[in-house]
């Protein structure tokens, strides 16, 4: 290993990493990826995306057979389930596609190094990185180390009884009472996990609304749903101390409006405040240039203030979401190879997984009166279309946003079952300028969840009729 230079040496296998490193290979570079967890995927696969979709899946299953399948003429007599033997498959499937990235590695011939690598060398030209001692050279160097849990001034985090999404993903009981302090996508869909697996689950959020970046109509259609399935919420609240008393954990919270103290008592607490990036032991202090959040700072073609070192994904910043962290990672390995790409952050969809899920893109409703846009609505319930009525999945509906002159779409907002498949129809039409017109002069399948996201572009369309 010693004796080998690359074309790219890649630090962290997550997402940006192991995509960074296949589209590298794919285009005749010769790349390593240096990842301390034998498991590649990073957080996405091993403690975040993955894991938490499988239980989302799970106990939505479980769920729905205990409130909803009877009125299809389904009985099903007494339902329970086994946490054991859920975790047990969640974490199979977990090993599985890590094995499937090997075999990609294996594939396209990227070297896979375990291990803690550090920079040793920030000569342009004579780049190395060090890996148990190991110096391994290089001609360019990907940054791609991820982000982990943040949280709270005087809140210890011990993965036992005060949590973070690590070990939410692997409580070995089902908690009687569990607090959540936050309420973003993380907070709200491992409420929804542990709700239905019987979890008396209490919210606790600082602003006035949930999942915070969303449009605020479909914000509150989702709180309404989510108190409906028998989660709590205190919004408009701050955690002023959490004590443990007795057996069981006190979360003492401060009212944002009038600063009225009340307290919470619970059996675990999850804290769901956000994450940082991981910088620390990549040997790059008072080298590569960093924001005051510990963000790497890159230029538009992701390469630092040192020539021939890159960044990207959860560790530069902006959204940190797997699929954009993906799409950077990809770039930066076209542009390596001297390729011209491009990633489109206005059109990066956001998904959170609860059920009904929420999805969004572009702009909202919020941001559009912000900037003194002039646009028009289209909306479309899924009340109204025949598939979700058939199947039971009425609540929510798709919102879209196009410009009054031009018609071209703006943003789409949905609430839906579906929401998380059908943003992707919505980030393929605006990826091309597509106009509501374009979507109402495409046919749709029938019957299908599909035809809300038409018939709100049919209605937004008709708004300048």
């Given amino acids: 290993m010693d004796d080998i230079c690359y074309d790219i040496i890649i630090i962290g296998g997550g997402p940006a990493g192991y995509k960074c490193a296949i589209t590298a290979a794919r285009l005749g570079l010769k790349v390593g990826c240096i990842d301390s967890n034998p498991v590649l995927g990073g957080t996405c696969l091993n403690r975040g995306c993955i894991p938490s979709k499988a239980l989302l899946h799970y106990s939505h299953e479980y769920y729905n057979i205990v409130n909803n399948v009877s009125k299809f003429g389904i009985k099903v007599d007494n339902p329970s389930f086994d946490l054991n033997k859920m975790m047990d498959f969640k ?11 090997d075999s990609l590695f294996s594939n396209y011939k990227v070297t896979k190094i375990t291990g803690v690598g550090r920079i040793s060398s920030f000569e342009k030209g004579n780049l190395s990185v060090s890996v148990a001692g190991k110096d391994i050279k290089t001609k360019h160097i990907v940054i791609a180390s991820g982000s982990d849990v943040a949280t709270l001034p005087g809140i210890e985090v011990d993965e036992q009884d005060i949590v973070s999404s690590t070990g939410a993903l692997s409580f070995p009981t089902v908690p009687g009472r569990l607090g959540v302090i936050g309420a973003g996508a993380i907070g709200l869909e491992m409420s929804s996990v542990w709700s239905r697996l019987s979890s008396k689950v209490t919210v606790v959020e600082f602003f006035d609304k949930i999942a915070g970046s969303t449009d605020n109509e479909v914000s509150k259609n989702l709180l309404s749903v989510l108190k409906k399935q028998g989660i709590d919420f205190k919004l408009s609240s701050k955690v002023k101390e959490i004590k443990k008393e007795a057996g069981a954990l006190q979360i003492v919270i401060e009212s944002v409006s009038d600063s009225t103290l009340s307290t919470i008592e619970v059996d675990k ?12 032991n990549l040997g790059i202090e008072n080298i590569i240039e960093q924001d005051s959040r510990g963000f790497i700072k890159v230029n538009e073609k992701y390469e630092t203030n040192v020539l021939g070192i890159y960044a990207v994904g959860d560790v530069i910043g902006r959204a940190m979401l797997a699929h954009k962290a993906e799409e950077e990672g990809i770039a930066v390995a076209e542009i390596i190879a001297g390729q011209l790409p491009s990633v489109e952050y206005d059109i990066i969809p956001s998904v959170i997984y609860t059920h009904p899920a929420v999805s969004s893109i572009g702009k909202t409703e919020e941001e559009l009166k912000k900037e003194n846009v002039q646009y028009k609505v289209g909306k479309s319930t899924f009340a109204a279309n025949g598939r979700s009525r058939v199947a039971g999945d009425t609540e929510g509906f798709v919102k879209i946003l196009a410009s009054k002159d031009k018609d071209e779409i703006l943003g789409v907002h949905i609430i839906g079952a579906h929401a998380d498949v059908l943003i992707n129809e919505a980030a393929v039409a605006m990826a091309y300028g597509a106009a509501t017109e374009d979507i109402y002069r495409i046919c749709h399948s029938h019957p299908d969840v599909n035809e809300a996201f038409r018939d709100a572009a049919i209605n937004a369309f008709f708004k300048n009729i």
């Fill in 91 to 101: 974490n199979a499937k977990v090993s599985e596609l890590g094995q499937g990235i």
């Fill in 269 to 280: 607490i999850l804290v769901a405040v956000g994450r940082r990036p991981v910088t620390q």
